[in-house]
């Protein structure tokens, strides 16, 4: 049984920093691209990065994009995303989510398989 726990989410002002990681049991995360993804109230859950396995790519929404940062270990199998310079915006419920049909690495949500429960960040102004 694939399993996904998010942690690392929390209450931070503007510009504070939160790590997020994401440990995943039932399979090996070494075969697997595995993304993030965001959701908050009253819109539509939306990429914000994924970490394929081979050959390694990778890629950031606009919104995010030179304030996180994407990393994997497979060895503890997990994936963390480092985020600086947060803004009220980023305002989430955080998934991650493995796609386990391909190496794509796709900006799709439908096409990844198992998720997380998620964990809330929530960034004041």
């Known amino acids: 049984q694939v399993q996904l726990v998010e942690s690392g989410g929390g209450s931070v002002n503007a510009g504070d920093s939160l790590t997020l990681s994401c440990v995943i049991t039932g399979i090996s995360i070494e075969y697997y691209s595995i993304g993030w993804f965001r959701q908050a109230p009253g819109k539509e859950r939306e990429g914000v990065s994924c970490?394929?396995?081979?050959?390694?790519?990778?890629w950031y929404s606009v919104s995010v994009k030179d304030r996180f940062t994407i990393s994997r270990d497979n060895a503890k199998n997990t994936v963390s995303l480092q985020m600086n310079s947060l803004k009220p915006e980023d305002t989430a419920l955080y998934y991650c989510a493995v796609e386990s049909t391909s190496s794509a690495c796709s900006r799709d949500a439908n096409e990844y398989d198992y998720w997380g429960q998620g964990t809330q960040v929530t960034v004041s102004s």
């Open positions: 970490l394929s396995h081979n050959p390694r790519k990778t």
